[in-house]
């Protein structure tokens, strides 16, 4: 076995956690569940791989072997990345070109390859008619960095992709290219749409979170139940509040939903206007360039913490447009500037 293929492997088995090592091998199926048994997982992380080493020496692993265990470790670990969504489009008026997998993946290699002599291509079937794709770039004079490889997700017959961020940025329109001209489209953009959260993305652009919704009287309900209202109060109080509360739940309801929301970390602003007053003078009568102004919304669950502020009471019913309209424009960066 080559070394370099040797270092690969021990490096990608050292990054596994010892709690997902037996699964993350299962669902490789490069080794046989015999030569697993011979293997001791009580031993040392050091000591572990290097039998494993030895295991994979003895059934000749290629790099492409190796590639794929590092596919599967990703695909266990997707929400350590950041992900990026691409649209493609047709020409207008062409039809769906319902090309199959297999001939995606030899016309995607190729143009790869013809390109960028050292480049190593590979992939994965997954669920939803879905390809994981792993390339790690060279040069024309250096191989392929198997430690700094980027990632996409395709889905067959959709304009979507999903790509890892790189600070290889240089080869972004080269993969760009690849994905167009191998899923038979003509254009590709990257949208205003981000994420750690792969499968919240592909929820978001696919529009399959679920939009069931409970009936006004069962939540509203639900919520008095967790506010806990003291039945001792004055009646014309809890009134009162019941009707200003039902309406905040009403609202919210009707604009989130009663689902949960699709996992984002952040929402980006950029404003830009020009000054305006009445008085022509002053510094910024005269400044010619636009003031601008970023502000970020983030949280662990932003939809989530959202959807929470009017029931909480933090924030006016209905919020913003600006601020509900993620889910449905499919964007989480925004540009403002004067009409």
Request: charged share 25%.
């Given at each position: 076995?080559?070394?370099?293929?040797a270092e690969f492997i021990k490096r990608t088995l050292l990054k596994i956690p010892m709690s997902e090592m037996m699964t993350i091998l299962k669902a490789w199926d490069f080794?046989?569940?015999?030569?697993?048994?011979?293997?001791?997982?009580?031993?040392?992380?050091?000591?572990?791989?290097?039998?494993?080493?030895l295991l994979c020496e003895e059934n000749c692993i290629s790099l492409d072997d190796a590639a794929l265990l590092d596919i599967i470790y990703t695909q266990f670990h997707r929400?350590?990345?950041?992900?990026?969504?691409?649209?493609?489009?047709?020409?207008?008026?062409?039809?769906?070109?319902?090309?199959?997998?297999?001939?995606?993946?030899?016309?995607?290699?190729?143009?790869?390859?013809?390109?960028?002599?050292?480049?190593?291509?590979?992939?994965?079937?997954?669920?939803?008619?879905?390809?994981?794709?792993?390339?790690?770039?060279?040069?024309?004079?250096?191989?392929?960095?198997?430690?700094?490889?980027?990632?996409?997700?395709?889905?067959?017959?959709?304009?979507?992709?999903?790509?890892?961020?790189?600070?290889?940025?240089?080869?972004?329109?080269?993969?760009?290219?690849?994905?167009?001209?191998?899923?038979?489209?003509?254009?590709?953009?990257?949208?205003?749409?981000?994420?750690?959260?792969?499968?919240?993305?592909?929820?978001?652009?696919?529009?399959?979170?679920?939009?069931?919704?409970?009936?006004?009287?069962?939540?509203?309900?639900?919520?008095?139940?967790?506010?806990?209202?003291?039945?001792?109060?004055?009646?014309?109080?809890?009134?009162?509040?019941?009707?200003?509360?039902?309406?905040?739940?009403?609202?919210?309801?009707?604009?989130?939903?009663?689902?949960?929301?699709?996992?984002?970390?952040?929402?980006?602003?950029?404003?830009?206007?020009?000054?305006?007053?009445?008085?022509?003078?002053?510094?910024?009568?005269?400044?010619?360039?636009?003031?601008?102004?970023?502000?970020?919304?983030?949280?662990?669950?932003?939809?989530?913490?959202?959807?929470?502020?009017?029931?909480?009471?933090?924030?006016?019913?209905?919020?913003?447009?600006?601020?509900?309209?993620?889910?449905?424009?499919?964007?989480?960066?925004?540009?403002?500037?004067d009409k």
């Open positions: 076995m080559d070394e370099t293929v080794l046989s569940e015999n030569q697993l048994q011979t293997v001791n997982f009580r031993n040392r992380k050091e000591s572990l791989a290097q039998d494993l080493v929400h350590q990345k950041v992900w990026d969504v691409f649209q493609m489009t047709k020409e207008p008026g062409e039809d769906t070109d319902l090309s199959d997998m297999e001939q995606f993946k030899s016309s995607f290699k190729k143009i790869l390859q013809r390109a960028l002599k050292n480049v190593t291509v590979t992939f994965r079937d997954a669920e939803e008619n879905a390809v994981w794709i792993r390339i790690a770039w060279g040069t024309q004079y250096r191989k392929p960095n198997q430690y700094k490889p980027i990632y996409a997700v395709y889905y067959s017959q959709t304009p979507y992709a999903f790509i890892s961020s790189s600070r290889l940025r240089s080869n972004i329109p080269l993969l760009g290219q690849a994905l167009t001209v191998a899923s038979k489209h003509h254009r590709i953009m990257k949208m205003d749409l981000r994420s750690q959260y792969l499968d919240s993305l592909k929820t978001i652009v696919f529009k399959q979170y679920n939009q069931t919704f409970e009936t006004h009287n069962s939540t509203a309900s639900l919520q008095e139940g967790r506010l806990g209202l003291d039945i001792n109060v004055d009646p014309r109080i809890i009134h009162e509040n019941k009707v200003e509360k039902d309406r905040v739940q009403r609202v919210t309801q009707e604009i989130f939903g009663d689902y949960a929301q699709p996992r984002l970390e952040f929402a980006q602003y950029k404003l830009e206007t020009k000054f305006k007053s009445d008085l022509n003078s002053g510094i910024l009568a005269e400044r010619e360039e636009p003031l601008r102004c970023l502000v970020e919304f983030s949280s662990p669950h932003l939809l989530e913490a959202l959807k929470s502020l009017a029931p909480a009471g933090i924030a006016d019913a209905p919020l913003s447009p600006l601020l509900t309209c993620i889910p449905s424009k499919g964007m989480n960066y925004f540009k403002i500037k």
